[in-house]
């Protein structure tokens, strides 16, 4: 079964410092999706980066990078610098091409608080 | 603007009624889903369409209903048979063509359900 997790409930640094928010995830299939949302306080979830199971190639988007091993079934989500425009809640999610539609599932979120 | 959008954003009911939660996107996508959050947890998918006039139950549909009459609308109604109907609902929608299950999916606001 997939299943998506994300032990870090919360995580509160200050202003400027990198943080590390993790993923990891269990799943039987050999192709699948990996994916970050960033749900902010107004509520709606963003998409942030989507990566295949066949590209182990880490991501780096301004501040943020990910870092994606499949060896250890992990997606990890770095921000750099981190502002305080970067407090939200981040889910780290799943999809599997055996699964019907577009079913992803979602791990419970990191509630990131960056404080001035 | 293409996007989701969500009413109302705060909606109070009192036991025993049913209501509606409106979601409608012109971003011209085949699929849409309803997911339920509560605090401290992912989301949790409750129905989910991939076509006009088809639509399938997700993992906890026990006390929802959906239609999806018109490609752009796919309403919601929490029944009274909800038991615990106090959450965050948040619709969804994806491109739905073909092969989708590795499609990022787009987020409305979402709607924050209140039983009183």
């Known amino acids: 079964a997939q299943k998506v997790t994300q032990a870090q409930t919360e995580i509160s640094v200050v202003e400027k410092e990198d943080v590390t928010l993790d993923c990891v995830y269990e799943?039987?299939?050999?192709?699948?999706?990996l994916f970050w949302y960033k749900q902010p306080p107004s509520g709606e979830l963003v998409f942030l980066i989507r990566r295949n199971s066949f590209d182990e190639q880490n991501e780096i988007s301004g501040r943020y990078s990910w870092n994606f091993q499949k060896s250890t079934s992990s997606f990890n989500f770095t921000i750099t610098a981190s502002q305080v425009v970067d407090s939200a809640v981040y889910f780290c999610a799943l999809s599997e091409a055996g699964s019907s539609a577009s079913k992803i599932i979602f791990g419970s979120g990191t509630r990131l608080s960056i404080r001035p | 603007d293409g996007g989701i959008t969500q009413s109302p954003k705060y909606l109070f009911r009192k036991e025993g009624q049913n209501v509606t939660l409106s979601c409608e996107q012109n971003l011209n996508h085949d699929a849409m889903y309803w997911y339920r959050q509560d605090p401290g947890q992912g989301l949790r998918l409750i129905y989910y369409?991939?076509?006009?006039?088809?639509?399938q139950k997700g993992d906890i549909a026990e006390g929802y209903s959906v239609s999806r009459e018109k490609k752009e609308s796919f309403p919601l109604t929490v029944t009274s048979a909800q038991k615990n109907p106090t959450a965050f609902y948040l619709c969804?929608?994806?491109?739905?063509?073909?092969?989708?299950?590795?499609?990022?999916?787009?987020f409305g606001p979402g709607t924050r359900l209140t039983v009183l």
């Open positions: 369409s991939q076509i006009v006039n088809d639509f």
């Open positions: 969804a929608s994806s491109i739905g063509q073909g092969a989708d299950w590795y499609n990022e999916q787009f």
């Open positions: 799943t039987r299939d050999t192709t699948y999706y």
